[in-house]
């Protein structure tokens, strides 16, 4: 049991990378994501490893793809506005099977929106951003703890699907400063990419061997000459023009996460067994559904909590599963209405679907919660 | 500079170089009839063979456009980006591996245009890598665009009327951001260019080498320039050695191109100075301070 230490989010986002091997960041300062920037340029040249601040967003996730190229794990971080900008890059990265760890510290937006409030607004475009159809990992924490833990299994994950995985925080996870326990270092699962370790020249780099979840990755200098491209290829690398190239490529690009499903989604339930009402949440709200949880409970309103750790893969089948006894759901989350969609999607009308949002900068309060659970039957519905 | 003497090894025959370097099974390669970007490819692979690079320690990097096929043809660690952003990612190739060779092959638009911002940093931070332009004063992949390099003047497809934007000479951003090896070759003139790349290579720190290179199909037709040929004689024409330059007026140097290594200093090379800042580092805390 390792010692009690007060961290911020953004801190524990930035040790928990280096924990997890990442030896290059590369950023540029945006609120309220800049301390991650800041701790990894003060603590990785300690670790061997190394910080660029880059000139715009587009170039640190560049950066970041050709430093996981050479072998070596990589990180960027932003908020927001950078998230947009990085999307490019992020498609790049899905569709060459570079693993990544993309942090989108979320603030209000649309545009500058406000840099310094909290916000859950980025999470579909976690889902949807870069054009065309892709695979997506993003996972969200809701305590410094687990922000730490997070972006450990994020870069875990990125390293054995071989693709970039978002890590969507919030700033009130990001700027909250919290006691926390960290696990011993030789108490931390690390997951390696598999490395073709004796090139094959002949070798197709992009072939799936048998009992393989994603082709084996040659680093960048070791040996096996072959390409990268973000256009279609097939499994030698090389760009084509087939349509059966082309739709095997997105298959199994996109069964490499679906058929996981299991091993990658995870997901948290509170006093769900004899619940009547379930609050949905995820990350920062989950602070004041929690207490509002509690206070229902005294009440005598039997309420339970579904939060959603891993966002991308949406946790379908447990929701599905955790809510098939329940009359109504309330959908907690910082933006106009965005995973709401998902819960109504899964729900398919089969108990009422209520939503709370705040898009504005403000924070839904344990009241804000506690009113609308006490609400009867005929509230507003959407 | 000139390497007209028998300094540079031109590697003749071709074949040699295509066997050795090339992918064939990927050839013929996209490029129209008459482009030069084959002529610029086999320069770069020419200076890579003189050399003696470790091929496997070799990574091309390119984006988007014309020029950026040409990755896919050589035979080494290649990887063909995104549109104007293979400046940024080389930096990280360069960065995670300082032993791996990096060389970038971009177009015009490429580096001047959408990767204007990547060109002016890597500059700036000297990175040791080099790039080699294919500047064909046109976005040939896209059907014939005017570019930043286009003239004024020039008719493109979105320049009907002729381009009215000023044109951007690379060398002088790249010279004025900080990079330490500025050199500006043709297709035409083969050797030269061959040991200017080279020259490149050698250079610890950032080198950029522009390479005046024509566009029969889209620029050519559009501005009545002539076919393939008339172009290169243009070329051969209109560049004059950056020694011959030094004594001729601005009058009589309107209109040409100067030819050769336009500019070279000293600067610490960036992960250099980065691999130095973590052995400091250690030294510090392996003392206790």
């Not at chain 1, 947009?84 to 790049?92: A, D, V, W």
Request: charged share 20%; aromatic share 6%.
């Amino acid at each position: 049991m390792g010692k009690v230490v007060l961290m911020q989010g953004n801190e524990a986002c930035a040790e928990g990378a280096i924990a997890a091997g990442m030896r290059l960041y590369a950023g540029y300062p945006i609120t309220p994501s800049t301390e991650i920037a800041e701790i990894a340029a003060y603590r990785l040249p300690h670790v061997g490893g190394m910080f660029i601040q880059m000139e715009d967003e587009i170039a640190s996730i560049a950066c970041a793809i050709g430093a996981s190229v050479t072998g070596v794990k990589a990180m960027t971080a932003t908020s927001g506005p950078g998230f947009s900008l990085k999307q490019e890059n992020l498609g790049y990265a899905m569709m060459t099977e570079i693993p990544l760890v993309v942090v989108d510290v979320q603030r209000v937006g649309p545009s500058s929106g406000m840099p310094t409030s909290p916000a859950q607004g980025d999470v579909m475009m976690a889902r949807w951003g870069t054009h065309g159809d892709h695979p997506v990992i993003a996972l969200c924490p809701s305590s410094v703890k687990e922000t730490y833990e997070l972006t450990i299994r994020a870069f875990n994950l990125s390293e054995k699907y071989r693709t970039p995985v978002l890590l969507m925080m919030d700033e009130m996870i990001a700027h909250l400063r919290e006691g926390v326990v960290l696990p011993e270092p030789g108490m931390i699962e690390i997951v390696n990419r598999t490395s073709v370790v004796d090139p094959d020249p002949k070798r197709p780099p992009y072939q799936v061997e048998p009992g393989q979840l994603v082709p084996a990755m040659a680093p960048f200098g070791a040996g096996q000459r072959y390409n990268i491209t973000g256009l279609v290829h097939d499994e030698s690398g090389f760009p084509t023009n087939s349509k059966t190239a082309a739709e095997k490529l997105m298959n199994r690009l996109m069964h490499k996460i679906s058929d996981n499903y299991d091993d990658i989604v995870t997901h948290e339930e509170l006093g769900m067994e004899d619940a009547e009402i379930a609050i949905f949440c995820y990350g920062g709200t989950m602070r004041a559904a929690l207490t509002a949880m509690e206070e229902a409970r005294e009440k005598g309103i039997k309420c339970g909590i579904f939060r959603a750790i891993t966002l991308w893969p949406f946790p379908e089948k447990e929701l599905e599963k955790a809510t098939r006894h329940v009359r109504r759901i309330l959908v907690a989350e910082h933006n106009y209405g965005q995973m709401v969609l998902e819960v109504e999607r899964v729900v398919k009308g089969r108990c009422r679907v209520d939503f709370i949002g705040k898009y504005f900068g403000a924070v839904i309060a344990p009241a804000d919660i506690m009113k609308r659970l006490e609400e009867s039957n005929d509230g507003i519905s959407r | 500079m000139e390497y007209l003497d028998d300094s540079v090894n031109l590697g003749r025959p071709s074949s040699n170089l295509i066997g050795k370097y090339m992918r064939t099974e990927h050839l013929p390669q996209i490029w129209c009839a008459g482009c030069s970007n084959g002529i610029v490819m086999r320069d770069v692979v020419q200076a890579i063979d003189n050399l003696h690079l470790d091929r496997d320690k070799t990574i091309i990097v390119s984006g988007i456009g014309c020029s950026s096929r040409a990755a896919g043809y050589m035979d080494f660690n290649t990887i063909h980006t995104t549109h104007g952003r293979a400046l940024a990612f080389a930096t990280g190739i360069k960065l995670a591996n300082p032993r791996l060779s990096v060389i970038v092959i971009a177009g015009d638009g490429d580096i001047a245009a959408i990767g204007g911002n990547h060109l002016i940093h890597a500059a700036r931070r000297n990175v040791g890598m080099t790039v080699v332009i294919m500047n064909n004063n046109i976005y040939g992949m896209t059907g014939g665009q005017f570019s930043p390099t286009t003239p004024t003047g020039a008719i493109g497809t979105t320049a009907p009327y002729g381009a009215l934007d000023r044109t951007f000479d690379i060398l002088n951003l790249a010279i004025g951001a900080g990079a330490t090896y500025a050199a500006r070759g043709s297709a035409f003139h083969v050797p030269q260019t061959i040991g200017l790349i080279q020259e490149g290579i050698r250079h610890k720190g950032f080198s950029i080498i522009d390479v005046v290179s024509t566009c029969p199909t889209y620029y050519g037709r559009a501005n009545k320039s002539g076919g393939a040929v008339d172009m290169l004689a243009w070329q051969r024409d209109n560049m004059v050695p950056i020694a011959k330059a030094a004594k001729m007026s601005p009058e009589e140097l309107k209109g040409k191109l100067v030819l050769g290594l336009l500019h070279q200093s000293e600067h610490p090379e960036y992960t250099e100075a980065y691999q130095e800042l973590i052995r400091h580092i250690d030294e510090v805390r392996s003392h206790g301070f």
